[in-house]
């Protein structure tokens, strides 16, 4: 059984710019949900995705956004890049709800100059 | 005062000796509690989960739930080099149609042979 794929897996951008992620669930999993980590602050919610809908979302600016494809895949936008965004992105799965746990993928690390 | 708390390390213990990783939070509607296992440049990995209180057994790895205390702990007997990794507490109570995962800033664990 595939894991959870996300592509790239590694990114420069530079200050300014946008950068679109992406994320291949397992399949069967209808919930997508994105987290930001850094060493600073750890693993940092950004959005849950169901069912092509945003189902729950962290406390991010909204420059951060995404979005769910009905094949469950999703993507995660992050417009205007600033320094602070660089960071390792992961995308992580769930059947219907995470509250009995995630399968992750292995992230995008992205770096902001 | 952050929901979950966790030391970061790193604690170094000698290979084989029983290790205790705990993890104290503040919400008391957090009803799933589970242990991550991240090794560098990989995403998290779910080792076990909880519901409510008590204790969970699998293979090396021991999961404790104190809700009166809201105080988590992970055990892992006989200690293996393989063992070195960054461990993180998560705990999720009802968000919106969902449960969301808050995680521990993690504690990194070096097994030395």
């Known amino acids: 059984k595939a894991g959870v794929t996300q592509t790239p897996r590694y990114l420069i951008k530079t200050r300014g710019q946008q950068v679109t992620l992406s994320c291949s669930p397992i399949?069967?999993?209808?919930?997508v949900s994105w987290y930001q980590q850094t060493p600073g602050q750890g693993l940092q919610f950004l959005f849950e995705?169901?069912?092509?809908?945003?189902?729950n979302k962290g406390n991010f600016p909204g420059r951060f956004s995404g979005r769910q494809f009905s094949n469950s895949r999703s993507e995660m936008n992050v417009s205007t890049l600033e320094l602070g965004d660089s960071a390792l992105y992961l995308c992580?799965?769930?059947?219907?709800?995470?509250?009995?746990?995630?399968?992750f993928g292995s992230g995008t690390r992205l770096t902001v100059v | 005062q952050k929901e979950v708390e966790q030391d970061p390390g790193p604690l170094s213990v000698p290979e084989g000796a029983i290790v205790s990783l705990n993890c104290t939070y503040s919400?008391?509607?957090?009803?799933?509690f589970m242990w991550y296992r991240q090794y560098s440049r990989k995403g998290p990995e779910l080792l076990m989960y909880?519901?409510?209180?008590g204790n969970k057994e699998d293979g090396r790895f021991t999961a404790q739930v104190d809700k009166s205390s809201k105080y988590i702990s992970l055990f892992i007997r006989d200690s293996q080099p393989s063992d070195s990794a960054t461990y993180l507490c998560?705990?999720?109570?009802?968000?919106?149609?969902?449960?969301?995962?808050?995680f521990g800033r993690g504690t990194s664990l070096i097994v030395h042979p």
């Open positions: 992580a799965s769930s059947l219907e709800s995470p509250g009995s746990g995630y399968t």
């Open positions: 399949s069967g999993h209808r919930s």
């Open positions: 995705y169901f069912s092509e809908t945003q189902r």
């Open positions: 919400n008391s509607a957090f009803q799933y």
């Open positions: 909880t519901y409510s209180s």
């Open positions: 998560a705990m999720s109570g009802p968000s919106g149609g969902s449960y969301i995962p808050t």
